[in-house]
């Protein structure tokens, strides 16, 4: 395609970034710029094959990949599987997919509810709540309950990849939250009762080339909500980790899903499991695709500890944390999260203290 033609197309789909931006990117005068996310040192997440679960045979190399599952989740919070079970054919339907729905004029793509079926609200774009330039996320999304794609019976070519992956990556989720509940002794159907499709989300994200990739993130650092994230991303470069402190580039691995813990899960295994907080940088030429898929329970549950230590956090319900989740953002640009829900005042303080450290300035430039 012509390189004219495609600005169009793009100049017609892409959210007005810049524009809604506009205000907060004047008062920078390049103070707020991060270039240290370009500077990161790249690395190998944990890589598990995980067809080794399948070998009813081989119980010492299926304990080998529990043990190693429950290693990565403890001390990285992020890994990679392999050998998954997902075809290269569904990753590629998925994103002809992507691709077709986000070329989508921007006004239609507002008013998704119309036009695709989808509940209202499923498509975002940017930080329109930020305060501050470093809570700027450089993206779009469509945010889809599943409930939206099992309603439409998989009518149509869109419907039935989006099923097709779902499907297949609900089986995974539940078979890594299960073994990450056996390695806590809690052998139980929790995951089964409440985990359910019809509490599940995903969400397909495109990052549009930034002309600003030096003081804009693609998306702002933040740690999930859910029990797990299964990720997959193009091969694009931009999502980074935060490791001891520091932040790590992960590498693309065309063959690997990357699996994220999430707040859920560190609350329920009191700690014990880590909800990673993560970013993704902006690239000035490349727009960057990826899929992820949010293993939640219903609004209802309650999430306790399941260890016999002394709680960490209050017993809350999902709804209770999205709820604050969202108030937080709509009142601070930004999520605060599990510290919101610690036992201890002066945990909480320290959190909240560290929080705020290291991720958002004093000074928010309104």
Same mark, same amino acid.
């Given at each position: 395609?012509?390189?004219?033609?495609?600005?169009?197309?793009?100049?017609?789909?892409?959210?007005?970034?810049?524009?809604?931006?506009?205000?907060?990117?004047?008062?920078?005068?390049?103070? *707020?710029?991060? =270039?240290?996310?370009?500077?990161?040192?790249?690395?190998?997440?944990?890589?598990? =094959?995980?067809? #080794?679960?399948?070998?009813?045979?081989?119980?010492?190399?299926?304990?080998?990949?529990?043990?190693?599952?429950?290693?990565?989740?403890?001390? @990285?919070?992020?890994?990679?599987?392999?050998?998954?079970?997902?075809?290269?054919?569904?990753?590629?339907?998925?994103?002809?997919?992507?691709?077709?729905?986000?070329?989508?004029? !921007?006004?239609?793509?507002?008013?998704? *509810?119309?036009?695709?079926?989808?509940?209202?609200?499923?498509?975002? @774009?940017?930080?329109?709540?930020?305060?501050?330039?470093?809570?700027?996320?450089?993206?779009? $999304?469509?945010?889809?309950?599943?409930? =939206?794609?099992?309603?439409?019976?998989?009518?149509?070519? !869109?419907? $039935?990849?989006?099923?097709?992956?779902?499907?297949?990556?609900?089986?995974?989720?539940?078979?890594?939250?299960?073994?990450?509940?056996?390695?806590?002794?809690?052998?139980?159907?929790?995951?089964?009762?409440?985990?359910?499709?019809?509490?599940?989300?995903?969400?397909?994200?495109?990052?549009?080339?930034?002309?600003?990739?030096?003081?804009?993130?693609?998306?702002?650092?933040?740690?999930?909500?859910?029990?797990?994230?299964?990720?997959?991303?193009?091969?694009?470069?931009?999502?980074?980790?935060?490791?001891?402190?520091?932040?790590?580039?992960?590498?693309?691995?065309?063959?690997?899903?990357?699996?994220?813990?999430?707040?859920?899960?560190?609350? @329920?295994?009191?700690?014990?499991?880590?909800?990673?907080?993560?970013?993704?940088?902006?690239?000035?030429?490349?727009?960057?695709?990826?899929?992820?898929?949010?293993?939640?329970?219903?609004?209802?549950?309650?999430?306790?500890?399941?260890?016999?230590?002394?709680?960490?956090?209050? *017993?809350?319900?999902?709804?209770?944390?999205?709820?604050?989740? #969202?108030?937080?953002?709509?009142?601070?640009?930004?999520?605060?999260?599990?510290?919101?829900?610690?036992?201890?005042?002066?945990?909480?303080?320290?959190?909240?203290?560290?929080?705020?450290?290291? *991720?958002?300035?004093?000074?928010?430039?309104?």
């Amino acid at each position: 395609m012509p390189t004219n033609k495609l600005n169009m197309e793009h100049s017609i789909s892409n959210p007005p970034l810049h524009e809604a931006y506009k205000i907060l990117l004047s008062k920078t005068n390049g103070e *707020n710029g991060f =270039d240290d996310q370009f500077l990161v040192e790249e690395c190998e997440l944990p890589l598990i =094959d995980v067809s #080794r679960l399948a070998e009813s045979g081989d119980e010492v190399r299926r304990e080998e990949c529990k043990s190693e599952i429950f290693k990565a989740s403890q001390e @990285w919070g992020f890994f990679q599987v392999v050998k998954h079970g997902i075809s290269n054919g569904v990753f590629s339907g998925l994103k002809l997919e992507q691709e077709k729905i986000f070329k989508q004029p !921007f006004e239609k793509k507002t008013k998704e *509810n119309k036009f695709f079926n989808f509940s209202a609200g499923s498509y975002r @774009w940017g930080s329109l709540n930020a305060t501050c330039i470093r809570q700027l996320s450089w993206s779009e $999304a469509f945010h889809i309950p599943l409930t =939206d794609m099992l309603g439409s019976g998989g009518s149509d070519t !869109f419907s $039935a990849t989006i099923q097709q992956f779902a499907t297949q990556v609900s089986i995974l989720s539940k078979t890594l939250a299960d073994i990450l509940a056996e390695k806590m002794g809690h052998k139980s159907t929790f995951f089964e009762e409440n985990c359910l499709p019809r509490s599940c989300y995903i969400r397909l994200n495109r990052y549009p080339p930034c002309p600003l990739a030096s003081e804009v993130h693609g998306l702002m650092p933040h740690t999930d909500s859910a029990f797990l994230t299964i990720l997959h991303q193009d091969q694009v470069r931009g999502l980074q980790m935060l490791k001891d402190g520091k932040w790590i580039a992960v590498k693309p691995n065309p063959d690997a899903l990357i699996i994220i813990i999430g707040d859920l899960f560190q609350a @329920w295994s009191n700690g014990v499991y880590k909800s990673v907080e993560h970013r993704v940088v902006t690239n000035p030429k490349l727009e960057r695709f990826s899929v992820a898929y949010f293993f939640c329970p219903s609004d209802d549950t309650v999430i306790e500890s399941c260890s016999t230590e002394p709680s960490l956090y209050r *017993n809350f319900s999902f709804g209770e944390y999205r709820q604050q989740v #969202r108030e937080d953002v709509h009142n601070l640009g930004y999520k605060i999260g599990l510290p919101k829900f610690l036992l201890s005042t002066g945990d909480k303080i320290v959190c909240m203290n560290m929080y705020h450290e290291f *991720n958002f300035p004093t000074s928010t430039g309104t």
